[in-house]
T-cell receptor, first 116, second 115 residues
Framework: KAGVTQTPRYLIKTRGQQVTLSCSPI?????VSWYQQTPGQGLQFLFE???????NKGNFPGRFSGRQFSNSRSEMNVSTLELGDSALYLC???????????????FGAGTRLSVL | DQQVKQNSPSLSVQEGRISILNCDYT??????FLWYKKYPAEGPTFLIS?????DKNEDGRFTVFLNKSAKHLSLHIVPSQPGDSAVYFC??????????????FGQGTILTVHP
């Protein structure tokens, strides 16, 4: 089975621009979560999607948004980029089956975003 | 408010010896705990997990221990190998609607295993 795929791997943007990141989950996984990793704050939860619906959201401003498609692929968008948005953005999928296995998330390699 | 803490930023161990990584949590709603390993330029890789109804889970060289009363868990790696050198993250999740798809991570511990 292919793992979680994130594209692109690297992005350079300037302040004020917007960016869209893409995530393809493991086949059969319907839950997709997004995280931001920075040296100062560590891994922070952004939001989670299941069956095209956002079920949970972390403490990030409204500039951060996402969506999920019917094939479970997900995108996240950051509008009006700020210098502080420079980070590694990680996507994770989970099987969302019955039992405790649904808690295990499998991560992609991430997208490294640099805002200049 | 850091709900999951890994108080040791780094750990250095000799090859063949035991590595013990520690993690503390404050949120009593957490009922599932996971350990991930991360290499530079890669995403975290799932290692092992434990439910709050257990106090130990073992998988090969990796064993996770959970002490609910102390809100403490630890990961034991025996024997340690140079390939185990990486950043290790402890993570926790809770059941229920406001916790869907959310893992709360510690800050990570850099493990270095010397040959």
């Amino acid at each position: 089975k292919a793992g979680v795929t994130q594209t692109p791997r690297y992005l350079i943007k300037t302040r004020g621009q917007q960016v869209t990141l893409s995530c393809s989950p493991i086949s059969g996984h319907r839950s997709v979560s997004w995280y931001q990793q920075t040296p100062g704050q560590g891994l922070q939860f952004l939001f989670e999607y299941f069956s095209e619906t956002q079920r949970n959201k972390g403490n990030f401003p409204g500039r951060f948004s996402g969506r999920q498609f019917s094939n479970s692929r997900s995108e996240m968008n950051v509008s009006t980029l700020e210098l502080g948005d420079s980070a590694l953005y990680l996507c994770a999928s989970s099987p969302e089956t019955g039992g405790l296995a649904k808690n295990i998330q499998y991560f992609g390699a991430g997208t490294r975003l640099s805002v200049l | 408010d850091q709900q999951v803490k890994q108080n040791s930023p780094s750990l250095s161990v000799q090859e063949g010896r035991i590595s013990i990584l520690n993690c503390d949590y404050t949120n009593s709603m957490f009922d599932y705990f996971l350990w991930y390993k991360k290499y530079p330029a890669e995403g975290p890789t799932f290692l092992i997990s434990i439910s709050s109804i257990k106090d130990k889970n073992e998988d090969g060289r990796f064993t996770v221990f959970l002490n609910k009363s102390a809100k403490h868990l630890s990961l034991h790696i025996v024997p340690s190998q140079p390939g185990d050198s990486a950043v290790y993250f402890c993570a926790a999740s809770a059941s229920g609607g406001t916790s869907y798809g959310k893992l709360t991570f510690g800050q990570g511990t850099i493990l270095t295993v010397h040959p």
